[in-house]
C-alpha cells in the first residue's frame, strides 16, 4: 500500500471516524496508523481527549523510531476511547469511531480507530495499546487480528498512560503473518509465526459462559473437543486487574480531573472518580495478589502449548449502548493483562458480525504460532 491510497481510503470513509490527524509524511514504505496516544514526531498527540496541550510532539516514541528504521511510514493518528479509559472508542469529543461492518455499532476501544484502519485497508497495519483488552476488543469487533504481547516486551516511553503498570503495545493487522512482522518491527524479536505441529489446546475451566447468540455458535465451532483446564479464576484476575487500572489512571489524571472535569466524557470522569475511591487497603491488597495470580497462570500453562476462549461475550453493541456492555466487552480479556500473557485476537470462521477468539500463550512465539495454525485451520470454514 502507499500513503496516496491510504489516504483516499481515510477520506472517502471519514464517515467511520476512524483517524484524530493525518500526518504529512512522504515517500514509500510499509503504511502504519498510530494511535493517538503515541507520540509522533510533528503531530499533536490528543489521547482522544481535549486536556493536553495542542501542541506537535517534538520526538517520535521509541516505538515509533524503531518501526520507521525498518522503513515504516505514519499515515495518521487513529481515533481511540478518550484518554483509552473504554471499550467502546465512543468518542465525546471526536466522533464515535464506527463498525465497519455496522457503522450503527461500536468499533470496540480503546483501540477502535487502528481497528477500523485496518479493516478498511486505510493502512497496512496499525499500532494500539492494550490495558485490560484495548487491542484485543476493537480486533474482534471488527474482524480483524490483535496482538497483545506479553507484558513489557515493548517500550511504552512515549506513550499517555492509562496504567503504568498494565500498559502494553501491539499491532492490529489483516492477518497473524502480518502481525508478526509488525511485532517483530516493533520489539526487536524475530518474527515467531510459523504453524505449531498438533498443539494442545485447553479452555479455562468454568471461564467461558453468559455468550450471546452469535458468539455461542461461533464459540461452539472453534472449541468443540478442547477440553477445560484448571486455571486461576476468572472473577478474581478481572478484578485485580481492575483496581490497578482504577487506581493508577485516577492518579494519573487527578489534577485534570480536579481542575477541568467538565473537559471529560460523562464516562471517564466517572471512572477517574471512581478510581479515587478505591480504598488503600483494595489497592494495596490487589498489588499483593498480583504476582502470586501471574505465577499460578504460569504454572497453569505447563500441561498446553495454548488456551482459547472467545475475545468478548457479546458481538458489537449499538453505538447508544450505556455502561452495562463494559463488562461483557472485556469479561475475556482483563484477566490476561493481569497475567501479563501474549495474547492473540484472531476471527473465528462465522458468518455475521464477527466475532474474536482469544489465543493464549506461554511466550509472545507460542502464541503468535498456534494462532498461525488455527487462522489455517479455519480458513474457508466460515458459515
Known sequence: MDLGRARRRIAEHADLNAFISISAETGDGVVVAVKDLVDVAGMVTTAGGIILPNTPAADDAPIVKRIRSHGCVIVGK?????????????????????NPRDPERVAGGSSGGSAVAVAMEMCDWAIGSDTGGSIRIPASLCGVVGFKPALGSIDTAGVVPLSHSLDTLGPIAPDVATAAAAYSMMSGEPPAAEPVSAPRLGVPSGWVAGLDAETAWAWELVSRGVPEVDFPGRDELFDVGLTI???????????????????????????????????AVDFEAALLAWPRL?????????????????????????ISAGREVREPLSRFTRPFNTTGQPVVALPAPASGLPVGIQVVGKTNGDALGVAATLEREWRGRGA
Not at 87 to 94: D, R
Not at 246 to 273: N, S, T
Not at 295 to 304: D, H, I, S
Open 294 to 318: 501471574r505465577e499460578e497462570a504460569q504454572r497453569a500453562m505447563e500441561g498446553v502449548d495454548a488456551l482459547i476462549l472467545p475475545a468478548t461475550a457479546i458481538v458489537a453493541p449499538p
Open 245 to 279: 487500572l482504577l487506581v493508577e489512571a485516577a492518579a494519573f489524571h487527578r489534577r485534570w480531573a480536579e481542575q477541568f472535569p467538565e473537559k471529560y466524557g460523562a464516562d471517564v470522569i466517572g471512572l477517574i472518580r471512581r478510581g479515587l475511591e478505591v480504598l
Open 78 to 98: 487513529t481515533n481511540l476511547h478518550e484518554f483509552a479509559f473504554g471499550v467502546t472508542s465512543v468518542n465525546p469529543h471526536y466522533g464515535p469511531v464506527r
